[in-house]
């Protein structure tokens, strides 16, 4: 399974690390996708992590403030939100799916972290 923490409440401007923790089984195997959920609209996936085809921004909108990177001796995966803004409040989510490739399919993810809220005050 995955644990998705990390989230609060912050200005605009400010940072925040979200952590994604797999339990279970070897993240190495699996291909890791940042999503995130705004009120009102659908789950967008932001950036996603693999093995064999390394880092994949899906959101032009976090470019050069978001960055995604991963521990192996810890089993897991961070998101580090910089210069944030207000309409990245959403609830964000980490999500698995086996491969050591890139993975664009949400429908091929079958592990998901229960989501931790983002929430940026302007």
């Known amino acids: 399974q995955l644990q998705a923490s990390g989230g609060g409440l912050v200005q605009a401007g400010g940072s925040l690390r979200l952590s994604c923790a797999a339990s279970?089984?070897?993240?190495?195997?699996?291909?890791i996708t940042w999503y995130r959920q705004a009120p009102g609209k659908e789950r967008e996936g932001i950036l996603c992590i693999s093995s064999r085809e390394g880092i994949t921004y899906y959101s032009d909108s976090v470019k050069g403030r978001f960055a995604i990177s991963s521990d192996s001796s810890k089993n897991t995966v961070y998101l580090q939100m910089n210069s944030l803004k207000s309409e990245d409040t959403a609830v964000y989510y980490c999500?698995?799916?086996?491969?050591?490739?890139?993975?664009?399919?949400?429908?091929?993810?079958?592990?998901w972290g229960q989501g931790t809220l983002v929430t940026v005050s302007s």
């Open positions: 279970g089984f070897i993240f190495d195997d699996y291909s």
């Open positions: 999500a698995g799916a086996r491969s050591s490739f890139l993975v664009t399919s949400r429908n091929q993810y079958n592990k």
